[in-house]
């Protein structure tokens, strides 16, 4: 995955490619990270250091809850950044909350651009087999184009995996496998039966409005309410 990303890269830059060195954000996307930077021929980094006690940001209830705990879960170290074109390498882009607040980081650090690419292709489309996912309307690569999502999360550029090219990594684990689930990506759900009607009563179940008032209603005050 890190070398066709590392492929995709080159391709769209070209003769403008400027980047300096390339950074994971950890954890997951350590493996594509160091693919991609030896493919280019650059250096790798670590530039974040990460709060291990802190949980998955993109499935917090509110978007000021998942600002305020990327910023807990990760710190950027100056000496990585400053005066530099980085790379940053992320897993995947979901609602963009997280993406923006660590290419603020970066720069805050003294970065001079950022690029970001994700290992995986835009997630424009709800998951129906069991991911608690943000609504479609919340996804920031939804009816967005690439340069979009650039300007939405703050990014010189950003930079997806193309579909075809993640299928083929994970074929080569297991050839035998001929179909893989690419809903979220391309829209195409593979048992079939996804009605328009249940996509549109499975975004308003997934709003944020929705998920703050289903907290708020089972609150739970005190230990006298447990039986």
């Known amino acids: 995955m890190g070398v066709k990303l590392a492929r995709k890269v080159k391709q769209v830059l070209g003769d403008q490619m400027d980047i300096d ?4 954000v950890p954890d997951t996307s350590r493996a594509a990270a ?21 949980g998955r940001t993109f499935i917090m209830p509110g978007q000021e809850m998942r600002r305020k705990n990327v910023r807990r879960k990760l710190n950027a170290m100056p000496t990585e950044f400053k005066d530099l074109n980085v790379l940053l390498v992320d897993d995947s882009i979901v609602r963009g909350t997280t993406s923006q607040e660590i290419i603020q980081m970066a720069r805050d650090v003294g970065a001079k651009k950022v690029y970001f690419a994700s290992a995986a292709p835009a997630i424009r489309f709800p998951n129906v087999y069991g991911i608690d996912m943000p609504s479609m309307k919340e996804l920031v690569a939804s009816g967005n184009s690439d340069s979009d999502v650039s300007a939405a999360i703050g990014a010189d550029r950003v930079f997806f995996q193309d579909l075809d090219d993640l299928v083929d990594s994970c074929r080569k684990f297991n050839p035998q496998i001929t179909t893989f689930d690419t809903s979220v990506f391309d829209g ?22 929705s998920k703050q008032k289903r907290a708020a209603d089972n609150e739970v005050i005190g230990l006298h309410n447990y039986k």
């Open 21 to 24: 060195v390339v950074i994971p």
């Open 34 to 54: 160091l693919q991609l930077s030896h493919e280019l021929g650059l250096p790798y980094r670590e530039g974040f250091n990460k709060n291990r006690y802190v």
């Open 188 to 209: 195409k759900y593979v048992t079939g039966g996804v009605s328009s009607e249940y996509l549109q009563k499975l975004e308003e179940r997934r709003s944020d409005s």
